[in-house]
């Protein structure tokens, strides 16, 4: 019988718990060289700032490490994960580490045997680029991957590349023995529920953990309880973090806001449960900004480099696509959300600590 390889207690435990994971940007210079030192920075950020785990070699990443030409995808996760190394030493818990996989099954399996050579915990596994493919082979192709690393789910929306998957899919899925967790991420409630009944109807409700995804409803994903019909009798699932684009920008603020969402779901009053519902709008009217809805998300990477650049945590925002610029009007979206939702801006907290990373 083939032996699923699973993380470390700690790490599944932190996973289940429910933390911010940031999705990695990459760190460029002005001439579009990788620049080792603000990624550092960056991820050093993202530990001081309380985030429990970084995903590494994904869209923020930006897909085009992998191309022949470029090739950074091995340096990038290499050195990631030693400077997570480095991290670790100053930390109770250790960074839960997540990597990228995507392509057809020579090179998901190829990633996901890298990714865990290099001492990731598991792989967030896309399946965009499979749109021809039916579920049945989808499935067969996740358990290929499955067999190198555990595997974090993904149901990306449609928009940006994702497929619609079934909840009969979502029901296989869960019964990979090392699933540990699901990205929900398809901007669509029906979807998510499909996911959510799926853990349900195959009692995994304590073994995988919900993560959000939906960038339009971050903090309303974090807050409802989902009851629902399952294998073993009507139960409770609760997103319990997010891993996401949106909280690679304004970390520490994220972690805060989790921090306190967790807190409000269990003993929070009624007045605390309408202003987090009020911040719910706030971050989607943010995140539209950031990620550029208006025009179809074409200036998600930049705009998330934008942040990060005004900040000095990264020297430029420029992409590996030089195409890929901040669309019309996109940089007074940034201006504008950060003037009206302050308690999303944590510039004060990196500027206390830019030259400590930096160095």
């Given at each position: 019988?083939?032996?699923?390889?699973?993380?470390p207690?700690?790490?599944?435990?932190?996973l289940?718990?429910?933390?911010?994971?940031p999705?990695?940007?990459?760190?460029?210079?002005?001439?579009?060289?990788?620049?080792?030192?603000?990624?550092?920075?960056?991820?050093?950020?993202?530990?001081?700032?309380?985030?429990?785990?970084?995903?590494?070699?994904?869209?923020?990443?930006?897909?085009?490490?992998?191309?022949?030409?470029?090739?950074?995808?091995?340096?990038?996760?290499?050195f990631?994960?030693?400077?997570?190394?480095?991290?670790?030493?100053?930390?109770?818990?250790?960074?839960?580490r997540?990597?990228?996989v995507c392509?057809q099954?020579?090179?998901?399996?190829?990633?996901?045997?890298?990714?865990a050579?290099?001492?990731y915990h598991?792989?967030?596994?896309?399946?965009?680029?499979?749109?021809?493919?039916?579920?049945?082979?989808?499935?067969?192709?996740?358990?290929?991957?499955?067999?190198?690393?555990?595997?974090?789910?993904?149901?990306?929306?449609?928009a940006?590349?994702?497929?619609?998957l079934?909840?009969?899919?979502?029901?296989?899925?869960?019964?990979?023995?090392?699933?540990?967790a699901i990205?929900?991420?398809?901007?669509n409630?029906?979807?998510?529920?499909?996911?959510v009944?799926?853990?349900?109807?195959?009692?995994?409700?304590?073994?995988?953990?919900?993560?959000?995804?939906?960038?339009?409803?971050?903090?309303?994903?974090?807050?409802?309880?989902?009851?629902?019909?399952?294998?073993?009798?009507?139960?409770?699932?609760?997103?319990?973090?997010?891993?996401?684009?949106?909280?690679?920008?304004?970390t520490?603020?994220?972690?805060?806001?989790?921090?306190?969402?967790?807190r409000?779901?269990?003993?929070?009053?009624?007045?605390?449960?309408?202003?987090l519902?009020?911040?719910?709008?706030?971050l989607?009217?943010?995140?539209?900004?950031?990620?550029?809805?208006?025009?179809?998300?074409?200036?998600?990477?930049?705009?998330?480099?934008?942040?990060?650049?005004?900040q000095?945590?990264?020297?430029?925002?420029?992409?590996?696509?030089?195409?890929?610029?901040l669309?019309?009007?996109?940089a007074?979206?940034?201006?504008?959300?950060?003037?009206?939702?302050?308690?999303?801006?944590?510039?004060?907290?990196?500027?206390?600590?830019?030259?400590?990373?930096?160095s």
């Amino acid at each position: 019988m083939m032996k699923y390889p699973m993380p470390p207690v700690n790490i599944l435990d932190a996973l289940r718990r429910g933390c911010v994971i940031p999705a990695s940007p990459l760190a460029l210079d002005g001439r579009g060289a990788f620049d080792e030192r603000y990624q550092r920075a960056v991820y050093r950020y993202y530990s001081a700032a309380g985030a429990g785990g970084i995903a590494v070699g994904v869209h923020t990443t930006q897909f085009e490490i992998r191309d022949a030409e470029i090739n950074l995808f091995d340096r990038v996760l290499g050195f990631a994960s030693e400077v997570m190394d480095d991290l670790d030493s100053g930390r109770e818990t250790p960074l839960i580490r997540i990597a990228g996989v995507c392509g057809q099954t020579v090179q998901a399996v190829g990633e996901a045997g890298l990714a865990a050579k290099l001492g990731y915990h598991a792989g967030l596994l896309s399946l965009a680029g499979h749109d021809s493919h039916d579920e049945k082979t989808l499935i067969k192709h996740c358990r290929l991957v499955a067999e190198k690393i555990p595997l974090v789910g993904f149901y990306l929306q449609p928009a940006v590349g994702g497929r619609f998957l079934s909840h009969a899919f979502w029901r296989d899925f869960v019964r990979i023995p090392n699933v540990v967790a699901i990205k929900v991420a398809p901007f669509n409630r029906y979807q998510t529920l499909d996911v959510v009944r799926a853990i349900a109807m195959e009692g995994k409700e304590n073994d995988i953990a919900l993560y959000t995804g939906n960038d339009d409803s971050i903090i309303a994903d974090l807050m409802i309880p989902y009851q629902v019909q399952g294998k073993n009798g009507r139960v409770t699932l609760r997103f319990c973090g997010g891993l996401l684009g949106q909280w690679s920008v304004w970390t520490s603020s994220m972690v805060a806001l989790l921090r306190d969402i967790h807190r409000v779901v269990k003993v929070g009053s009624g007045d605390e449960v309408r202003a987090l519902l009020v911040k719910n709008g706030e971050l989607t009217d943010a995140n539209a900004a950031v990620f550029d809805a208006a025009n179809a998300f074409s200036g998600c990477i930049p705009g998330i480099n934008e942040i990060l650049r005004r900040q000095g945590l990264l020297p430029s925002r420029r992409c590996l696509d030089v195409a890929l610029e901040l669309s019309p009007g996109q940089a007074e979206e940034l201006d504008r959300v950060r003037g009206e939702y302050p308690w999303l801006v944590d510039d004060d907290f990196v500027a206390t600590h830019l030259e400590e990373w930096l160095s």
